[in-house]
């Protein structure tokens, strides 16, 4: 299904909802994660891209908030929707009530940013609908604090930041303590493939929030506000923590220390060690973070057999996709 689609999906959707014309039309892409997961509510250095794939928000003034969309009803997504419309009101943009209608090529609970695509695409139509506008950081705030505060899920920039900045071309390193981002470049002989196991999440499930409750308990053990940047000598201390504390710990160092070195290969060209780095990444994920599954695990096995340079699964886990690299 293509991006124009959506769009023509969000419009016709809008059309039946409310037997009016849309005023103003906005969109935000998905994105995947190529190496660096479950560490920026950590302060590390992730590097995701955008996808093609499109969430369309057609829009227009109302006497209330209202929202349909395609998804059923049970996905909680109104929460994302209103909740992006109370925080850019919080912060004293003329906001207007809007009917809004969401139609999407992005699957949801897939590990590719649906939330971030659907919180990000709202945020743009509200502002067009109020002739407002925010720079992409401050959309990328905003929309991850909608997040926390409406969806009750404790997300980290990654997504938000690459939906609002997103570039369908390049990858971005984002460091996530400082907020600086820097595009890379992909190898021209580099191709990204992203199979989808079927098997969905939803990250208010709990089991992110208790990833990242870890992570902190971590963090606060060891004495670092970002335990992504645990100096190097300072990684033995890992052994003495509680052993879940550990493990958890033990993935965030490794991976921060895997996207270094894949950034750097990615400089370089070295396609095979990129590949490499990715598949140490998943077994990571899986046997030290605990947020792999059996069908992710297969479909990664599955592309090393078949000859791919590299593969893990992307974004939160307990489902989704997995990133597959190809020369
Ligand atoms: C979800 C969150 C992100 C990030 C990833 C895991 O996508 O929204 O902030 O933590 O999981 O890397």
Known sequence: ???????????????????RAPEVHAFANGRVNLIGDHIDYAGGTVLPMAIAARTHVAASCAERDEAVSEWNEDLAWRRYAFGVLAELRALGLPIPRLSIAVASDVPVGAGLSSS??????????ALAAAGAELNPRELAIVCQRAEHLHAGVPCG???QWCVAHA??????????????ARAIALPAELRIEIVDSGVRHALRDGGYAARRADV????RLLGVTHLARLPRARWPEIDALPVRIARRARHVVTEQARVEAAIDALQRGDLARFGALLAESHASLRDDFDVSMRELDQLVEDALARGALGARMTGGGFGGCVVVAWQ
């Open 167 to 180: 570039d369908a071309r390049e990858a971005i390193a984002l460091e996530c303590d400082v907020l600086c």
């Open 116 to 125: 971030a695509a659907l919180e990000v695409a709202v945020a743009r139509a």
């Open 1 to 19: 299904m293509t991006a124009s689609d959506a769009d023509a999906r969000a419009a016709a959707l809008f059309g039946r909802a409310f037997a």
């Open 157 to 159: 920039i990654m997504d």
């Open 216 to 219: 902190e308990e971590a963090g």
